[in-house]
C-alpha cells in the first residue's frame, strides 16, 4: 500500500533555529516525492521535488531510501516560512498520497 | 496567465441535496485531478482525467459521486444526496502533461458543509 506519513502535527520554532519536517512513505517501486505548502490564505503550491534536486527558499529534501524517507530541512528558519507542509508521494498512477501535513510555527 | 479557480468558494446544503462544483484548470493543461480535505487531515484522491483517456475514478469513495471534464476544459464534481461526511474542503488540480514529477496547481478550493 502507498502511504506518507508525517508524525508531527505541529512543529513550533524560534527564528533562526534549525527546522527538519519530518516524512516516510511506504511504496515498493521507485517513488517520487514532493513537498507542498500552504501559507495563510493562500492555495496549496508546489515547494519542491526530489528529481530535481533544488533547494528553494533555502529548503532541501533528501530521498534517503533505506529509510524510506524525504524529510525537508532548512539551516535558519524565517518567520515568512511558517505555513503548513504537505509531504507528497506519486507511484505508479500519477495521483498524489498527501500525508496528513505539518503546521511549521516560526516564533520571532 | 490565470491559475486555477473553483467555484463556488463556500457551499452550505442540507443532508440529502445534490451539489456540483466547478473546476476550471490552466489553459492547455491536459491532466485534471481532484482531491478532498477533511479537517485535520491531508488531501485524499477522488478522481484524475488526461486528455481522451478514460478517468481514474479510484478514488471515489460511494457512488453518489461522480465527475465530468468536457474535452480539456471544465470539470464538474457532483455529490448526490450529500451526507454530513462530505463535509470537506474540494480542491481541484491541473498539470500539463498528468505524467510522473510533473506539478500540479491546485485551486483554491470549495468548502462544502452539509448540515
Known amino acids: 500500500a502507498q502511504r506518507v506519513t508525517q508524525p508531527e502535527k505541529l512543529l513550533s520554532v524560534f527564528k533562526g533555529a534549525p527546522v527538519e519536517l519530518k516524512c516516510n512513505y511506504s511504496y515498493s517501486g521507485s517513488p517520487e516525492l514532493f513537498w507542498y505548502v500552504q501559507y495563510s490564505r493562500q492555495r496549496l503550491q508546489l515547494l519542491l521535488r526530489h528529481i530535481s534536486r533544488e533547494s528553494i527558499k533555502g529548503f532541501t529534501a533528501d530521498l534517503n531510501k533505506g529509510e524510506t524517507s524525504f524529510h525537508l530541512k532548512k539551516p535558519f528558519a524565517q518567520e515568512e516560512d511558517s505555513a503548513m507542509y504537505y509531504c507528497a508521494l506519486m507511484g505508479s498512477s500519477y495521483k498524489l498520497i498527501f500525508g496528513s501535513g505539518t503546521r511549521l510555527l516560526v516564533r520571532p | 496567465g490565470a491559475g486555477v479557480s473553483q467555484s463556488p468558494s463556500n457551499k452550505v446544503t442540507e443532508k440529502g441535496k445534490d451539489v456540483e462544483l466547478r473546476c476550471d484548470p490552466i489553459?492547455?493543461?491536459?491532466?485534471l485531478y481532484w482531491y478532498r480535505q477533511r479537517l485535520g487531515q491531508g488531501l485524499e484522491f477522488l478522481i484524475y482525467f488526461q486528455g481522451n483517456s478514460a478517468p481514474d475514478k479510484s478514488g471515489l469513495p460511494s457512488d453518489r459521486f461522480s465527475a465530468e471534464r468536457t474535452g480539456e476544459s471544465v470539470s464538474t464534481l457532483t455529490i448526490q444526496r450529500t451526507q454530513q461526511e462530505d463535509s470537506a474542503v474540494y480542491l481541484c488540480?491541473?498539470?500539463?502533461?498528468?505524467?510522473?514529477?510533473?506539478?500540479?496547481?491546485f485551486g483554491p478550493g470549495t468548502r462544502l458543509t452539509v448540515l
Open positions: 488540480a491541473s498539470s500539463p502533461h498528468g505524467g510522473r514529477g510533473g506539478e500540479q496547481f
Open positions: 489553459s492547455g493543461h491536459t491532466a
